[in-house]
């Protein structure tokens, strides 16, 4: 699995919108917090690999598009390692 | 929003994955309770439009495909409703 202090140091961009805390700052973004490290993984890979279209996945492919594998990890294994609400 | 005991009795089928109580029954799935409303509608929409492709996306093309936008509306009121753990 992931590096859970190295996704947290590079969270600050997705916190706008996920929270600090994985907890979304809008009802139409997703809570991540306690979210399934795979299922993580699998759909940050999606958005990468530009198989999520649609509205708000526009705004997710752009994020995504610059993460490596290990980043990937390592965001799914913070915000996994988060206590949901 | 949606009707939660109309979506409750409409979920048996997305139990076998997201778990009767929305904690998905293998990792590779997500954790379904306690997520956004607005997201939820969002996510099974697109995979209703086939907006989500990819490995895991196919097996919910197929499960949402005759789902109509009352369904979409009650499933999501249904698992967001739901205690997260």
Chains 1, 2 share one sequence.
Do not use: W
């Not at 859970?4 to 706008?16: D, E, L, M, Q, V």
């Not at 973004?29 to 996945?57: C, F, I, W």
């Amino acid at each position: 699995e992931g590096d859970i202090s190295a996704g947290k140091a590079g969270s600050a961009i997705c916190a706008t919108c996920h929270g600090a805390n994985g907890i979304a700052t809008m009802p139409i973004y997703p809570n991540l917090a306690g979210q399934n490290y795979e299922y993580l993984v699998s759909a940050l890979t999606a958005y990468r690999d530009k198989q999520r279209h649609g509205q708000m996945a526009m705004i997710m492919q752009m994020q995504a598009s610059n993460l490596s594998d290990e980043d990937i990890r390592n965001l799914s294994a913070f915000y996994s390692s988060l206590k949901p609400e």
